[in-house]
């Protein structure tokens, strides 16, 4: 399997995380949250997502061995989840879940979880450190530049929003979406390269 670079592994975490994609979200949980307030949970929450990474980046081995899974069977799952994310991003679901006037500031959910860290997130980190634990703290560099980026689109989601427009941002969560089927698919690809590699 081909070595990830620290700048395909930071550009695959960006598309997990989707902040861009997530920026209507993130202007309907911040609406309600004061001005002085905002930086304080901005930060909160960047935090909170940060350490659930981190963790799973530090015993992400020891998950697999517990539950007896190989680095191959993670790929291939890895790559699944993140097709599926794909497809959400290509073939969003009608927004109006009734979330989009929260009573409060968010606390941990949903911003920090599952919004930035969700599933294909976790399964992201695992995934990188599972292959090469070697460059454990690369990965973490990357991971941190990933929360720069997010804790920036969070704190100006509303005029990065308004700023680019609903078309604009929609596409671009699209093209994001494209992008991200095509790591996923060549996840997918090495991971049944792998797989029958191992039965010869």
Same mark, same amino acid.
């Given at each position: 399997?081909?070595? !990830?670079? #620290?700048?395909?592994?930071?550009?695959?975490?960006?598309?997990? @995380?989707?902040? #861009?994609?997530?920026?209507? =979200?993130? %202007?309907?949980?911040?609406?309600?949250?004061?001005?002085?307030?905002?930086? +304080?949970?901005?930060?909160?929450?960047? @935090?909170?997502?940060?350490?659930?990474?981190?963790? #799973?980046?530090?015993?992400?081995?020891?998950? *697999?061995? %517990?539950?007896?899974?190989?680095?191959?069977?993670?790929?291939?799952?890895?790559?699944? +989840?993140?097709?599926? =994310?794909?497809?959400?991003? %290509?073939? &969003?679901? &009608?927004?109006?879940?009734?979330?989009?006037?929260?009573?409060?500031?968010?606390?941990?959910?949903?911003?920090?979880?599952?919004? =930035?860290?969700? &599933?294909?997130?976790?399964?992201?980190?695992?995934?990188?450190?599972?292959?090469?634990?070697?460059?454990?703290?690369?990965?973490?560099?990357?991971?941190?530049? @990933?929360?720069?980026?997010?804790?920036?689109?969070?704190?100006?989601?509303?005029?990065?929003?308004?700023?680019?427009?609903?078309?604009?941002? !929609?596409?671009?969560?699209?093209?994001?979406?494209? %992008? *991200?089927?095509? =790591?996923?698919?060549?996840?997918?690809?090495?991971?049944?390269?792998?797989?029958?590699?191992?039965?010869?």
């Amino acid at each position: 399997m081909e070595s !990830t670079s #620290f700048l395909s592994a930071f550009v695959l975490l960006l598309l997990v @995380t989707d902040p #861009f994609g997530s920026l209507p =979200i993130f %202007v309907s949980q911040m609406r309600n949250v004061a001005p002085q307030r905002r930086s +304080i949970v901005v930060i909160r929450e960047i @935090t909170v997502a940060f350490c659930v990474l981190f963790a #799973f980046m530090l015993f992400g081995r020891q998950f *697999l061995q %517990v539950m007896h899974l190989s680095e191959t069977s993670l790929g291939i799952a890895g790559g699944v +989840i993140l097709f599926l =994310i794909a497809l959400r991003m %290509v073939f &969003p679901a &009608p927004h109006g879940n009734g979330a989009d006037h929260p009573a409060d500031e968010p606390f941990v959910v949903p911003l920090a979880i599952p919004l =930035i860290a969700g &599933p294909s997130a976790l399964a992201t980190v695992l995934l990188l450190v599972s292959r090469e634990p070697a460059r454990l703290w690369e990965w973490v560099a990357a991971l941190a530049l @990933t929360m720069v980026v997010c804790a920036l689109t969070l704190a100006f989601a509303e005029k990065i929003s308004h700023w680019l427009g609903e078309r604009v941002t !929609t596409a671009f969560e699209r093209l994001m979406g494209l %992008v *991200l089927t095509a =790591i996923a698919v060549q996840m997918l690809l090495d991971g049944i390269r792998e797989y029958i590699s191992s039965l010869a």
